[in-house]
Nanobody, 125 residues
Framework: QWRLAESGGDSVQPGGSLRLSCAAP????????VGWFRQVPGKGREGVAC????????TYADSVKGRFTASRDNAKKTVYLQMIDLKSEDTGVYYC??????????????????WGQGTQVTVSS
């Protein structure tokens, strides 16, 4: 396991955009699929996106399809989540996490073993 570090969270108005980053310098994160998750108080951790180790495939929750795009730069050991057309229901703490496999297996958070500390995204007018 290693420590991931998310950044890029902010407060934006509905319809706005943000790009989150997930960095793990010195890790072997580039060998594994990475997922993005979000959580709001009182609710469980929701998987929103996953990108395979090589970046050739992605998986998205229905609630974010067409608005969120996961990408990665393995040379920089960094994974990104581009979010456009943000809605109030996108508000939450966003986490990235690495799986132990190359392909995306699931958006269920439980198999993911290495987590970041989270970054807050607030969408409000």
């Amino acid at each position: 396991q290693w420590r991931l570090a998310e950044s890029g969270g902010d407060s934006v108005q509905p319809g706005g955009s943000l790009r989150l980053s997930c960095a793990a310098p010195g890790s072997t994160m580039d060998y594994y699929a990475v997922g993005w998750f979000r959580q709001v108080p009182g609710k469980g951790r929701e998987g929103v996106a996953c990108i395979s180790a090589g970046g050739e495939s992605t998986t998205y929750a229905d609630s974010v399809k067409g608005r969120f795009t996961a990408s990665r730069d393995n040379a920089k050991k960094t994974v990104y989540l581009q979010m456009i057309d943000l809605k109030s229901e996108d508000t939450g703490v966003y986490y990235c996490a690495a799986d132990r496999y190359k392909p995306c297996r699931t958006l269920d958070y439980r198999p993911y073993s290495s987590w970041g500390q989270g970054t807050q995204v607030t969408v409000s007018s």
